[in-house]
């Protein structure tokens, strides 16, 4: 009776669960597992941890500190001995994800995990926020380009311990552009690698390095920086057509010089701050202040020299003449009306005088149509000399911004 009672009552009992093939693999494999240490049965093996980067856009480049914030998926793939299973022991399983932090020191990123294959192949994918230091070049901007650089080393184990090379070759890394956001102000050019060791205390550390090739795009600067300019410039040439003599080309030219002077002053924080060499667009500026300054001192030359003569021009018409001395003669000239004869006389010798007052003033007005002329041929060379100035000024940007653009 007790021996049917026990087994009536073994039946009546639940088995206990049987455990997944996942679980008791990841069991298997952290029960006696220690993230402390490199991942080698024999310790004289060495470590290969391959890389591979990829860039998906440029956050920012800072002008001041020369830096630029990138955002980038780094892919890092090693072989940990410690993690090696048979598949067939498993349920076929050939890939499992782990906890990152069961298995590297590092600080969990966005992604936690790292997969793990059956060969002991671990990949661990990291998108990452990184500032590079970067070698900035502001000469050509807005046409410039800048070479920001990473590295990755290992500050503890030389190269005997940790390895380092690269997942794919460096003609692909250099040339994938796929994930890359190009709707910004960044243009991807390439990003080459470079495999090296350095010798410190007798001792060799691998070291990879990505420089991050980018252009910028100069459309938005050209619209508002260099095409008003070029518009400020422009009408300063055509206010030469102005007629010389009409007062007005002088006030013209200083609303000119004015404006282009708030325009400079509201765009300061725009243009980039460097204190190694001055960008070709603040040459650019300072040249073009310059040569406003210059139109605006030859006009005042030429409008100096054209009311500069020999004799002065008169400042009263004939006619203000005549009313300035007949005005203050009219009591004589009724008295003289008395005696005809003697009225005649005098007549004919205002006559004269008049005359003689309308000559002159024919001789004064043709001298000074001469050195009208001639003031407007002053004119006419200064403002081709002017041009020519001008002309060459900007075939020379142009040249340094193209050479240093394709370069």
Same mark, same amino acid.
């Given at each position: 009776?007790?021996?049917?009672?026990?087994?009536?009552?073994?039946?009546?009992?639940?088995?206990?669960?049987?455990?997944? *093939?996942?679980?008791?693999?990841?069991?298997?494999?952290?029960?006696?597992?220690?993230?402390?240490?490199?991942?080698?049965?024999?310790?004289?093996?060495?470590?290969?941890?391959?890389?591979?980067? /990829?860039?998906?856009?440029?956050?920012?480049?800072?002008?001041?500190?020369?830096?630029?914030?990138?955002?980038?998926?780094?892919?890092?793939?090693?072989?940990?001995?410690?993690?090696?299973?048979?598949?067939?022991?498993?349920?076929? /399983?050939?890939?499992?994800?782990?906890?990152? =932090?069961?298995?590297?020191?590092?600080?969990?990123?966005?992604?936690?995990?790292?997969?793990?294959?059956?060969?002991?192949?671990?990949?661990?994918?990291?998108?990452?926020?990184?500032?590079?230091?970067?070698?900035?070049?502001?000469?050509?901007?807005?046409?410039?380009?800048?070479?920001?650089?990473?590295?990755?080393?290992?500050?503890?184990?030389?190269?005997?311990?940790?390895?380092?090379?690269?997942?794919? =070759?460096?003609?692909?890394?250099?040339?994938?552009?796929?994930?890359?956001? %190009?709707?910004?102000?960044?243009?991807?050019?390439?990003?080459?690698?470079?495999?090296?060791?350095?010798?410190?205390?007798?001792?060799?550390?691998?070291?990879?390095?990505? %420089?991050?090739?980018?252009?910028?795009?100069?459309?938005?600067?050209?619209?508002?920086?260099? /095409?008003?300019?070029?518009?400020?410039?422009?009408?300063?040439?055509?206010?030469?057509?102005?007629?010389? %003599?009409?007062?007005?080309?002088? *006030?013209?030219?200083?609303?000119?010089?004015?404006?282009?002077?708030?325009?400079?002053?509201?765009?300061?924080?725009?243009?980039?701050?460097?204190?190694?060499?001055?960008?070709?667009?603040?040459?650019?500026?300072?040249?073009?202040?310059?040569?406003?300054?210059?139109?605006?001192?030859?006009?005042?030359? @030429? @409008?100096?020299?054209?009311?500069?003569?020999?004799?002065?021009?008169?400042?009263?018409?004939?006619?203000?003449?005549?009313?300035?001395?007949?005005?203050? *003669?009219?009591?004589?000239?009724?008295?003289?009306?008395?005696?005809?004869?003697?009225?005649?006389?005098?007549?004919?010798?205002?006559?004269?005088?008049?005359?003689?007052?309308?000559?002159?003033?024919?001789?004064?007005?043709?001298?000074?149509?001469? $050195?009208?002329?001639?003031?407007?041929?002053?004119?006419?060379?200064?403002?081709?000399?002017?041009?020519?100035?001008?002309?060459?000024?900007?075939?020379?940007?142009?040249?340094? $911004?193209?050479?240093?653009?394709? %370069?």
């Amino acid at each position: 009776w007790l021996s049917s009672t026990g087994a009536h009552l073994a039946e009546c009992v639940p088995e206990k669960p049987k455990r997944s *093939a996942l679980n008791q693999l990841t069991r298997t494999l952290l029960r006696k597992y220690d993230c402390g240490v490199r991942p080698v049965h024999n310790w004289t093996s060495t470590t290969t941890v391959y890389i591979d980067l /990829i860039l998906q856009s440029v956050l920012d480049v800072v002008r001041l500190c020369c830096t630029g914030t990138y955002l980038l998926c780094c892919f890092q793939v090693w072989t940990d001995e410690f993690l090696v299973w048979d598949p067939d022991e498993f349920d076929g /399983i050939n890939e499992i994800s782990l906890s990152k =932090s069961l298995v590297s020191f590092r600080k969990s990123p966005p992604i936690p995990y790292v997969y793990v294959n059956s060969s002991g192949s671990v990949k661990n994918y990291r998108p990452i926020q990184a500032v590079l230091a970067c070698s900035l070049e502001m000469y050509a901007f807005p046409f410039d380009k800048q070479n920001c650089s990473l590295t990755f080393r290992s500050w503890l184990h030389s190269v005997k311990e940790i390895d380092l090379a690269l997942w794919r =070759s460096a003609e692909a890394i250099a040339s994938d552009k796929r994930e890359f956001m %190009n709707d910004g102000e960044w243009e991807l050019l390439s990003i080459p690698s470079q495999y090296w060791q350095i010798r410190q205390d007798d001792t060799d550390y691998a070291h990879i390095q990505f %420089n991050v090739l980018i252009r910028r795009r100069p459309l938005l600067y050209v619209v508002g920086l260099l /095409i008003p300019s070029i518009f400020l410039m422009l009408v300063d040439v055509i206010s030469f057509y102005l007629p010389l %003599n009409s007062g007005t080309r002088i *006030a013209f030219k200083i609303s000119i010089l004015l404006g282009y002077t708030v325009f400079r002053v509201n765009l300061t924080d725009e243009l980039p701050v460097t204190a190694v060499r001055t960008p070709l667009i603040g040459v650019f500026f300072a040249v073009c202040m310059a040569l406003l300054m210059l139109s605006l001192t030859k006009s005042i030359l @030429v @409008v100096k020299l054209l009311h500069h003569s020999e004799k002065e021009v008169k400042q009263m018409s004939v006619s203000a003449c005549l009313l300035d001395k007949y005005g203050s *003669a009219g009591h004589g000239f009724t008295e003289s009306l008395q005696d005809a004869p003697s009225g005649l006389e005098w007549l004919l010798g205002e006559l004269a005088s008049l005359r003689q007052a309308l000559s002159q003033e024919d001789g004064e007005s043709a001298a000074q149509a001469e $050195w009208l002329a001639l003031c407007s041929k002053l004119d006419r060379l200064l403002f081709r000399l002017y041009l020519l100035v001008l002309a060459v000024y900007a075939g020379t940007l142009l040249l340094l $911004w193209a050479s240093w653009s394709f %370069n």
